[in-house]
């Protein structure tokens, strides 16, 4: 089973996180900061949502930052994804 999107989302996976400081300090589960880069892992067609004509900027692949609170968290097969919409999506890391 796959997520395929609809319209203008786009399903991302968040990037791993610092388990410890540059310092060197190991960091507990409560003091980890959600991290706000992901990998793109599929792209909607775009197309016309809510009458507005949309054309998807972002690729699979990309690594991608978005808004902190976005999207809807999923849970498939043990691995956790978000699908945000393409809006939320503020830059590509390159």
Known sequence: MTIKPLGDRVVIKNAEVEETTKSGIILTGAAKEKPQVAEVL?????????????????????????????????????????IVRQSDILAVVE
Do not use: R
């Open 42 to 82: 599929a792209v909607g067609p775009g197309g016309n949502v809510d009458g507005k004509e949309i054309t998807m900027n972002v690729e699979v692949g990309q690594k991608v930052i978005y808004s902190k609170y976005a999207g809807t968290e999923v849970k498939l097969h043990d691995e956790e994804y978000i």
